[in-house]
């Protein structure tokens, strides 16, 4: 029983309502030792643990009955002599059988009173019983947590859990280490052990670290159950704002193949100031129950301005068929970090439309290395398999060294494949026929010349230069068999002329 604010009646735990002046009951209290907002109904604070409510009472007594002040004696009249010689006098019991009528009828009164106050108390509660589970059997068909529908009641809020989670590791002398929590999670899972699930990252220097931590439920407090450790190279950030997903998507309990797993993603973006360079997104699944295996899906993209907001263009480097596998890319290709390529970008990735990609991503900046001598960096695109025809190509439009080699099409296109990754890309393309030529710098770079262009291509990097470069003065000279060609033309076009003076 609890009293109301307004007008101190007494009301039955749990009712929203005083059914006396119909005043609204709060259904949060503080609790007393930590001072966290918690249900009102709790008996044991959900965060520190300690008893806010005593339920094991006695059943409590009826209430007394209010006393009645006592009735003034009545004066006693002098009987007065009845008509036809009768006396008729009062009976003396009149004024006891008002009073135990009236005692009757405030104990019926007030039996009907507390009979309407449980049924209201029991209607309210099956109620917001109802409301709770139908909130959290839709919460589990939008794939946003494993629990089941008998265990939602008893589950932590994400900030409860993180509260709880933080309050743990203070105790057990795990803060010292400088590591910020990213999130936590509460779960039941298994035979219905409760877990905290819970991240902590630190980023120094040009390495990171992060722990995921798993907590089980101990009688009213909450122990550290199991610790692992992750090393990653750079910065990591766990912030779901700069990763663009959604609360609702990550992180997340989540049951695949009758495994609980964690989930949770986090970004490695470049600290290069080379704006070509790429950044990685991790998305990953802690297997709670086996408690040391991390399955990672990884994503490499370069940094793209799409609409206002930096994503990145890019592919999975190390997905694979396996149900986790699967079931981590659906959840990748939620977040909005990841640009995802429309049906026309995607026809343009095909190998076949490699003239016509390049020429749309640099079709700005070819004019300026024609107009400018600033190094400009062209946008190529790398293939795993041929992009050319070989029937099209000139017949000693052919250069190459140890590392790279380029030919040339009848159409003045250039095509180069390197040695080391063994892809193919374009180093330059025309729209219109135009014969190019190609050639070795001393320094390893490509000096590529048409009616039009004439500029040094690094095909390392893809910068280009607009005019030719002086050689390196320490530069290593490779072998170049267009020039070789072209100097064994030569001598023997001496030695013809030789033989004709002769």
């Given amino acids: 029983m609890r009293k109301c604010p307004k007008c101190g009646n007494m ?39 300690k008893m806010v409510k005593n339920d094991i009472q006695s059943q409590p007594s009826q209430p007394a009955r209010p006393v009645q002040p006592a009735q003034p004696e009545r004066p006693v009249q002098p009987a007065k002599p009845a008509q036809n010689g009768w006396q008729m006098q009062e009976p ?13 009828e405030a104990e019926a009164a007030h039996k009907a009173k507390v009979k309407r106050n449980w049924i209201i108390a029991g209607i309210s509660a ?43 590791l203070q105790t057990a002398n795990k803060t010292s280490d400088g590591f910020l929590t990213a999130y936590a999670l509460y779960c039941k899972v298994g035979s219905g052990t409760e877990h905290i699930v819970g991240i902590t990252f630190l980023t120094s220097g ?45 992180p997340l309990i989540q ?19 080379d704006p070509e360079a790429t950044s990685h997104v991790a998305f990953c699944l802690f297997d709670i129950d086996n408690a040391t295996d991390v399955i990672t ?18 592919d999975f480097t190390n997905a694979s068929d396996s149900p986790e596998m699967q079931w981590l890319q659906q959840q ?56 050319f025809e070989k029937s099209t190509l000139s017949e000693n439009g052919r250069v190459e060294n140890s590392k790279y080699t380029f030919v040339t099409d009848v ?56 005019g030719k470069v002086s050689p390196a003065k320490d530069a290593t000279k490779d072998t170049q068999k267009s020039s070789s060609k072209k100097e064994s033309k030569e001598s023997k076009s001496k030695e013809s002329k030789s033989e004709e003076g002769n």
């Fill in 126 to 168: 099956a109620v917001i019983l109802i409301i709770v589970l139908l909130f959290v059997r839709n919460g589990n068909a939008n794939g946003s947590s494993s629990l089941s529908d008998s265990d939602s009641v008893a589950q932590l809020s994400p900030d409860q859990a993180k509260q709880a989670f933080d309050k743990t």
């Fill in 11 to 49: 009301v039955a735990d749990g009712s929203n309502f005083c059914n006396k002046c119909g005043a609204r009951l709060d259904t949060d209290m503080e609790c007393p030792d930590c001072h966290a907002i918690i249900p009102i109904s709790s008996v044991f604070c959900p965060i520190c643990g």
């Fill in 332 to 387: 990748a290709l939620k977040a909005k970090i990841i640009y995802k390529l429309s049906a026309e970008e995607q026809s343009l990735n095909d190998p076949k439309k490699a003239i016509d990609k390049w020429l749309g991503d640099n079709a700005t900046k070819l004019r300026d290395v024609r107009n400018s001598s600033a190094t400009v960096r062209l946008s190529v695109m790398t293939y795993d398999k041929p992009i």
């Fill in 255 to 273: 049951q695949i193949n009758d495994k609980d797993y964690f989930y949770f993603a986090y970004l490695n973006p470049s600290t290069s100031s």
């Fill in 411 to 466: 159409y003045g296109n250039v095509f180069g494949y390197s040695k080391s990754t063994h892809k193919y890309f374009v180093a330059f393309a025309t729209s219109g026929s135009s014969i190019s030529s190609v050639e070795f710098n001393d320094d390893g770079t490509v000096h590529i010349t048409t009616d039009s262009y004439n500029f040094n291509l690094n095909p390392s990097t893809f910068e280009a230069t607009n």
């Fill in 206 to 250: 040009n390495q990171s670290q992060y722990k995921i931590y798993t907590l089980n439920r101990d009688g009213s407090n909450w122990k550290i159950s199991n610790e692992i450790q992750r090393s990653v190279n750079g910065a990591i950030t766990f912030d779901l704002t700069e990763l663009m997903i959604d609360p609702q998507d990550a």
């Fill in 92 to 104: 003396a019991s009149a004024t006891a059988e008002d009073k135990r009528r009236e005692r009757l």
């Fill in 297 to 314: 899906l990884d994503f490499t993209g370069k940094p793209n301005n799409r609409n206002g907001q930096k994503c990145y263009d890019g």
